[in-house]
């Protein structure tokens, strides 16, 4: 009578890496997910996935790797309206990552911590002069920062990158990248303080007077600011309109990236209609490539670019 042997036992998945901890929203799907937001009034859109460092987009040179939104008019279609929300994460793009708009439309604005740029430190320094910040919804980035909302304040608040190092504001005309969405470092979004666990509080008053006070700096790195608001720019001359503002801010020493988020504001503010943010993300990155000098010849060089709008 030949001997029984015990079956070897089947390991159990493994579950995804969540930056160490298991969330009640990624166990939920991303329409589900996405109609929670929008009960708490936050406008949604569905946005590009990543996984191991390659864009959802399939543009193995993507500048915003699961970041960037997949509606046409990108994150301007941001909506709270459940049939819409349905439409875009069951029967379009069941996998998204989901992104949220900010400003007026939500109601919020949004602290954007990014410790590669010491905005951890920039945040610890201005906690240890001025307190602790309200408890408020704040999520961890999938790379290790933080969104902390605040109560919009009922008059237009703009996107501000490096107001201090490695602090931005993200405001009319903005958006953020949500829980439990992915990174492309393989981590994902997660809530600290869910939006429905605490009332979005009003920003802390030293965080307007520190925008305040950096706001003559923004503009002269800008050097455009006098033409950020100004009148609307029609279909047909959008790119040559952005190329010529991003050739000003390049020669004045700006980089890709501030060049990137000045353009995508003025896009979202004065393009009519606004382009793709991928298309917004092409220019500057033409742009970027350019040595800083003060030339008029730089202007020429990127002209060319006009031509692919019809």
């Not at 009960?39 to 987009?57: K, M, Y």
């Not at 720019?233 to 020669?251: F, H, Q, V």
């Amino acid at each position: 009578m030949s001997e029984r042997r015990p079956r070897p036992r089947r390991p159990s998945p493994r579950r995804p890496r969540s930056n160490g901890r298991s969330t009640a929203e990624s166990a939920l799907g991303p329409l589900q997910v996405a109609l929670k937001y929008a009960e708490f009034g936050l406008q949604v859109f569905p946005v590009f996935t990543a996984a191991t460092g390659l864009c959802q987009c399939g543009d193995s040179d993507c500048k915003s790797p699961g970041k960037h939104p997949k509606t046409q008019h990108g994150h301007k279609a941001a909506s709270s309206e459940r049939s819409k929300i349905v439409e875009w994460f069951e029967a379009l793009w069941p996998e998204s990552n989901i992104g949220i708009a900010t400003g007026a439309a939500s109601g919020v604005i949004v602290l954007d911590v990014d410790p590669q740029h010491d905005g951890d430190k920039s945040l610890t320094a201005l906690v240890e002069q001025y307190g602790p910040l309200p408890r408020t919804p704040t999520a961890r980035t999938g790379g290790g920062g933080q969104h902390v909302l605040f109560r919009h304040p009922g008059k237009r608040v703009g996107n501000r990158v490096g107001f201090l190092p490695g602090l931005d504001i993200r405001g009319d005309g903005g958006y953020i990248v949500a829980p439990p969405s992915s990174h492309v470092s393989g981590g994902c979004y997660e809530w600290q303080v869910a939006p429905w666990d605490a009332q979005v509080a009003e920003a802390p008053s030293w965080l307007w007077v520190l925008l305040s006070r950096t706001g003559s700096k923004k503009a002269g790195r800008a050097g455009t600011r006098g033409r950020l608001d100004a009148e609307r720019i029609p279909d047909g001359e959008r790119n040559c309109t952005l190329a010529s503002l991003a050739g000003t801010m390049r020669r004045r020493g700006m980089t890709e990236e501030e060049i990137c988020a000045a353009l995508m504001e003025v896009n979202s503010g004065r393009c009519d209609p606004p382009l793709l943010d991928a298309e917004v993300e092409r220019v500057a990155s033409s742009v970027g490539g350019y040595t800083p000098a003060p030339q008029a010849s730089t202007l020429t060089r990127i002209d060319p670019r006009c031509a692919h709008e019809k």
